[in-house]
């Protein structure tokens, strides 16, 4: 066989390639079925942007260097080749919203609130638009929840953590439970710093029903006022609003799932209680969030009952 005849054959980094191209088709389509535990599974390695970009980078530099060692640098099958590639690091983005096995199936509990007072919905809600952690297996149902006024979180120019409406707040429980575990040594970070870790900052995660567990995160330091172990009611102040962990400003994350272990679970709808939108009360239901060019647009809500 010629050099040339060699040239227009496949690589075996196309093989590559397309094997990988397999494993991603398999991990965005198991979810699809609701499996449970695989679905999250293999959701976590297929939506993993660094991962993905990590491995079609290496392979188009392997490709690269063995298309400039074996001239003509591009033939038909390499064109095809680097496609491939490309269709490899974007096929992350095709892991938008994670299809929960419980997405059907919403939690019974009567959750109230975590804040007293009018709360504006940052993001919650079940699409991309309304809510960007719909992306995430254990946070599909999560809140995040603020204190406006005049379309604006903050006082001044938002450069002090006291600025923020929200900032120090209580956090009331949501619903009778048992504290399955606490995280207290994470620093409040400054405005605007992104990558404190834990991602979810100080938290408190109670046990709330058999298989559900809730997550209040990003707590202030030295607030939280509950040990595991404890037993809590609704309503009561567990902790107050802080700017811990992952997060860009003061604000309340909140979110149900399936197991209390961060990151590894499914979430389950969370419905509040008892709630007023404008001058309409809600019994129950899931307050849409939402944050546009122009700022804030999602739901003003109040709890509204004892």
Request: proline residues 7%; hydrophobic residues 40%; charged residues 20%.
């Amino acid at each position: 066989m010629t050099e040339p005849d060699k040239q227009r054959g496949f690589e075996w980094w196309h093989w590559a390639a397309g094997f990988l191209l397999a494993v991603q088709v398999v991990l965005f389509l198991v979810p699809q079925f609701r499996p449970g535990s695989w679905g999250w599974v293999c959701w976590l390695f297929g939506s993993d942007r660094l991962l993905w970009w990590g491995m079609a980078g290496l392979l188009a530099i392997a490709a690269a260097i063995t298309s400039a060692v074996r001239r003509p640098f591009w033939t038909r099958r390499r064109a095809i080749g680097f496609g491939m590639l490309l269709l490899l690091a974007c096929s992350p983005s095709f892991f938008r919203v994670y299809p929960s096995s419980y997405d059907d199936a919403p939690s019974e509990i009567a959750f109230r609130l975590p804040l007293e007072g009018p709360v504006t919905v940052g993001w919650g809600g079940a699409t991309p638009d309304v809510n960007y952690h719909v992306v995430a297996a254990d946070q599909r149902w999560a809140y995040d929840l603020v204190v406006a006024k005049d379309g604006r979180t903050h006082r001044g120019d938002g450069q002090s953590l006291e600025d923020y409406y929200c900032y120090g707040m209580d956090v009331l429980a949501p619903a009778d439970g048992v504290v399955r575990e606490t995280y207290i040594d994470a620093r409040d970070a400054p405005i605007g710093v992104l990558g404190g870790y834990p991602a979810g900052g100080n938290q408190i995660v109670l046990d709330v029903a058999p298989g559900q567990f809730l997550f209040l995160c990003h707590l202030q330091p030295g607030s939280i006022a509950v040990e595991p172990g404890d037993r809590v009611v609704q309503g009561q102040v567990l902790a107050r609003v802080g700017n811990s962990g992952n997060t860009s400003e003061p604000h309340l994350h909140i979110h149900l799932q399936d197991t209390p272990m961060s990151h590894l679970g499914e979430g389950i709808p969370l419905l509040f209680h008892n709630y007023r939108v404008g001058d309409k009360i809600i019994d129950r239901g899931i307050p849409r969030g939402g944050i546009t060019a122009e700022g804030l647009s999602g739901e003003v809500i109040e709890h509204v009952g004892p």
